[in-house]
């Protein structure tokens, strides 16, 4: 099975930072991309910030240079470190990994930032 269990959501004031976790299978971690979506009402599932097993990094646009994604191998667990948060960072947070082209999710966990 692909379980993918987050936490770490919050209600921030806009320029605070909230730290997301995601935890899985050593299997899964160790073979697998893994990364973050967020999907905003009424708005589609968008890619936030994605890391392979080899360690490489890609980030969306909006997010490069406030967020950081990272992985603890010994915790087989994803991070995400978001500073400077803005309201338009507002959205549920789902960490995802994609398995022979089938995409597994967490529950999702609300991140709500204030002006």
Do not use: H
């Not at 050593?26 to 999907?39: L, V």
């Not at 969306?60 to 994803?78: E, L, P, Q, W």
């Not at 500073?83 to 959205?91: H, I, R, V």
């Not at 549920?92 to 994609?98: H, K, L, P, Q, T």
Request: proline share 2%; aromatic share 10%; charged share 15%.
């Amino acid at each position: 099975q692909v379980q993918l269990v987050e936490s770490g959501g919050g209600l921030v004031q806009a320029g605070g930072s909230l730290r997301l976790s995601c935890g899985t299978s050593r299997s899964i971690f160790i073979s697998n991309a893994m990364g973050w979506y967020r999907q905003a009402p009424g708005k589609q599932r968008e890619l936030v910030a994605q890391i392979t097993s080899a360690g490489s990094i890609n980030y969306a646009d909006s997010v490069k240079g406030r967020f950081t994604i990272s992985r603890d191998y010994a915790k087989n667990t994803v991070y995400l470190q978001m500073n400077s948060l803005k309201p338009e960072d507002t959205a549920v947070y789902y960490c995802n990994v994609n398995r022979a082209s089938v995409n597994y999710w967490g529950q999702g966990t609300q991140v709500t930032v204030s002006s």
